[in-house]
């Protein structure tokens, strides 16, 4: 086609619905959903590892209400700026596909990592349902992840665990002088032990960070525990964190100061505990959106500001679907000096941008603040095999977007576009500044070879771009998929 036709088929093309206002930041990732979220910082990024929850389909084609029990996957991101997110994919993580083959489920995952024999180890920590706790290792936080012990690290035959109802919900806490720890569990026993279930556990983990150091404790007097372990070390003092359960009395509500379903924290000087009651910092995600679920958090610090991961059910709530598939959002958290957290807010706006996107790099397609009409796919056969890894923007067809916040042109003339590309088929993509309607940079013809081998394709600019800018890129076309992208 002539630039003309192009243009005008893009005056006339409708754009694929995204699920983020504009200023929204979360959910952090809308192409999937994740639960549960742990965070990892390592490097200067952001590891976020998920719960991979997917629709469940009846025999209709209906999407029927999550039940958890076909999960057994764990989805990854990580981002270096809090906003912008790069897809690392799915880690196959249990199930016949999985990593751990003899394990049914992958839940609530936990991530560490630890230098041991002079080498950085990655170690992502995970349920088996609600009967013990699996431990898998890599050389990189994105895999590829090893099952290398073969068996459960925790389970109801470890010492102090046959009773506990939930054996789930995994916390690591690598400490300033390098020994781990782990906690878990959850669960009421029985309705009269709503008030003090005793179903929290910590255990000293093993210098290989796959063995345990002692017997699992209990951790004692959790009021009202029902599931969701945290731990974080803050200016000398170890918090630990959980969600409260469902069956606090309405009319102890106010004298307990706290209610159903709300993030609780604990503090104590040795990270086995004695711990004590801090308070609540976050309510249910039901005060904040009108859609009650457990409540799943983290806490952590990077670049000196304290942030809570949690999953919330607002995606699929902006897609009209209302049956319990979760996403994670990201918020920030005041701490005081001395230690105290204020209560948090959950927010669809988020968290600011921490550092700029160089857009003369080469960035990754599948880094994104928010997108509509696109998915994620494997890239290279280790990825290919086990789910995580090296990752193409995929599913692109007319009206396919993806934005990237805040990259940063400087004062220099920008000569040209570069995009990779590689497919069967070819097509264009309108590069605009800000919004997808925005000033017109370039529109780039996208021209793979047809071997599915990675080609570059460039577009002439010659123009200076000023100043920090959203970047998006507005796709035509069909039957190819995207790797990269930079100015130059």
């Known amino acids: 086609m002539q630039l003309e036709e192009v243009q005008e088929k893009y005056r006339n093309m409708a754009l694929k619905p995204g699920y983020k206002k504009h200023g929204e930041h979360n959910p952090v990732m809308t192409q999937r959903f994740g639960a549960d979220p742990y965070a990892l910082v390592y490097d200067g990024r952001v590891y976020l590892y998920m719960t991979g929850d997917t629709f469940i389909c009846n025999g209709d084609g209906v999407i029927s209400e999550n039940i958890y029990s076909q999960i057994d996957t764990i989805n990854v991101i990580s981002s270096e700026d809090m906003v912008n997110w790069t897809d690392h994919g799915t880690v196959y993580a249990a199930g016949s596909n999985g990593a751990a083959k003899w394990c049914r489920n992958a839940w609530a995952p936990a991530a560490a990592c630890k230098e041991i024999n002079g080498k950085m180890k990655f170690f992502l920590y995970f349920a088996n349902g609600g009967d013990g706790i699996v431990v898998l290792e890599a050389d990189s936080p994105v895999g590829t992840f090893r099952d290398s012990l073969g068996k459960p690290l925790i389970s109801r035959q470890t010492p102090a665990c046959s009773e506990v109802t939930w054996l789930f919900d995994p916390a690591v806490l690598v400490d300033d002088d390098g020994e781990a720890y782990i906690y878990f569990g959850g669960g009421i026993p029985s309705a009269e032990m709503a008030a003090n279930p005793g179903t929290a556990r ?21 009021p009202y525990l029902f599931e969701d372990s945290g731990i974080n070390k803050i200016n000398g003092r170890y918090y630990y964190s959980y969600c409260s ?17 709300e993030i609780m924290v604990m503090t104590g000087m040795h990270p086995m505990g004695p711990f004590e009651l801090a308070g609540p910092v976050l309510k249910n995600p039901d005060w904040f959106f009108g859609l009650e679920g457990n409540n799943h958090h983290c806490m952590f610090l990077f670049d000196e500001q304290w942030y809570i991961a949690y999953h919330t059910r607002i995606l699929e709530e902006r897609m009209g679907i209302l049956q319990n598939y979760r996403s994670t959002s990201i918020d920030t958290m005041q701490v005081e000096d001395n230690g105290c957290v204020h209560m948090i807010q959950m927010t669809r706006e988020g968290v600011a941008q921490t550092k700029p996107v160089d857009p003369y790099r080469r960035n990754k397609a599948v880094m994104m603040a928010s997108m509509g009409g696109v998915s994620t796919t494997q890239y290279g056969e280790n990825a290919v095999n086990c789910g995580c890894g090296d990752m193409i923007l995929s599913g692109i067809s007319d009206g396919s977007w993806v934005e990237v916040c805040g990259a940063d042109f400087g004062e220099k003339t920008v000569n040209a576009f570069e995009i990779t590309v590689r497919g069967t088929a070819g097509g264009y993509v309108r590069v605009c500044l800000d919004s997808p309607q925005g000033e017109e940079v370039c529109i780039a013809e996208l021209i793979p070879d047809g071997m599915c081998r990675l080609t570059v394709c460039t577009a002439a600019i010659n123009k200076k771009i000023k100043g920090i800018h959203n970047l998006c890129f507005v796709y035509l076309g069909e039957g190819y998929e995207v790797y990269d992208w930079r100015f130059v």
């Open 202 to 222: 910590v255990a000293k983990l093993g210098k290989d960070m796959q063995s345990l150091e002692g017997e699992p404790v209990v951790i004692a007097d959790v």
């Open 245 to 261: 359960n469902f069956s606090i009395p309405e009319d102890q509500v106010q004298a307990l100061g706290f209610d159903r379903g």
